[in-house]
């Protein structure tokens, strides 16, 4: 493999599995795609602990990191401890001030803490919270993208999406978000490219759009 691929490293959105990225197709020639799995966490980790954790994985110095969703909250997070590349988010956010008023009273009332027990025992409410309200008729389909119906993770990535403390927004920080995003509506959302159609899951149904995009948005 030649010295000048660039590494590029796929995070997906809390509780998904790697499948969220099947469709994602980089020219082989300048690209070399690795995938995160999620880890489950430790007793009373931080996120900025397990990004360090998670950090210890990559293998490639100057990488490209992506994130989906919750996912590019915790790549944010690597980048803190790494020195990458590029920086892109999707579907995500850049700081706390870009959560839904939702999250923010949930953050608030605390109410996060009873959402775990609910999603472990309902896979159907679990769907609707990491992909949005538009699943529903094609819930059998995007089952097979949820790989970590664990009640430690959840509560850890829950709580840890919900109260995310950071208000500075990271320089040179690429944020795509589609404008029917039905979890972070684009209307909270600053400097992003937007993608015309897109909801919480266009990683799976706009992938065209990101196979196109994503090399130029690398190498520009």
Same mark, same amino acid.
């Given at each position: 493999?030649?010295?000048?691929?660039?590494?590029?490293?796929?995070?997906?959105?809390?509780?998904?599995?790697?499948?969220?990225?099947?469709?994602? *197709?980089?020219?082989?020639?300048? !690209?070399?795609?690795?995938? #995160?799995?999620?880890?489950?966490? #430790?007793?009373?980790?931080?996120?900025?602990?397990?990004?360090? *954790?998670?950090?210890? =994985?990559?293998?490639?110095?100057?990488?490209?990191?992506?994130?989906?969703?919750?996912?590019?909250?915790?790549?944010?997070? @690597?980048?803190?401890?790494?020195?990458? =590349?590029?920086?892109?988010?999707?579907?995500?956010?850049?700081?706390? +001030?870009?959560?839904?008023?939702?999250?923010? #009273?949930?953050? @608030?009332?605390?109410?996060?803490?009873?959402?775990?027990?609910?999603?472990?025992? +309902?896979?159907?409410?679990?769907?609707?919270?990491?992909?949005?309200? *538009?699943?529903?008729? *094609? !819930?059998?389909?995007?089952?097979?993208?949820?790989?970590?119906?664990?009640?430690?993770?959840?509560?850890?990535?829950?709580?840890?999406?919900?109260?995310?403390?950071?208000?500075? @927004?990271?320089?040179?920080?690429?944020?795509?978000?589609?404008?029917?995003?039905?979890? #972070?509506?684009?209307?909270?959302?600053?400097?992003?490219?937007?993608?015309?159609?897109?909801?919480?899951?266009? @990683?799976? +149904?706009? !992938?065209?759009?990101?196979?196109?995009?994503?090399?130029?948005?690398?190498?520009?």
């Amino acid at each position: 493999m030649s010295q000048d691929v660039i590494h590029v490293y796929f995070m997906p959105g809390m509780a998904a599995s790697t499948k969220i990225f099947e469709y994602i *197709r980089l020219p082989e020639n300048q !690209f070399k795609i690795h995938y #995160f799995e999620w880890l489950i966490p #430790f007793d009373n980790e931080s996120l900025s602990d397990y990004a360090l *954790r998670m950090s210890k =994985k990559i293998e490639y110095e100057d990488c490209v990191l992506i994130g989906v969703s919750f996912g590019g909250v915790l790549v944010q997070e @690597i980048s803190k401890h790494i020195k990458v =590349k590029k920086l892109i988010i999707i579907s995500s956010v850049k700081s706390m +001030n870009e959560l839904p008023k939702k999250m923010l #009273f949930a953050k @608030i009332t605390k109410a996060y803490k009873l959402l775990p027990v609910q999603l472990v025992e +309902n896979m159907d409410v679990l769907a609707k919270y990491v992909f949005g309200n *538009r699943i529903t008729k *094609r !819930f059998e389909l995007y089952k097979k993208y949820l790989s970590v119906n664990n009640s430690k993770y959840l509560n850890w990535a829950i709580k840890n999406m919900v109260c995310w403390n950071q208000s500075e @927004i990271i320089p040179n920080i690429i944020h795509i978000h589609g404008d029917n995003d039905s979890v #972070f509506p684009i209307s909270n959302i600053k400097n992003c490219i937007k993608v015309t159609g897109g909801t919480h899951i266009m @990683i799976l +149904n706009k !992938f065209k759009w990101f196979n196109e995009n994503l090399p130029k948005l690398i190498l520009g």
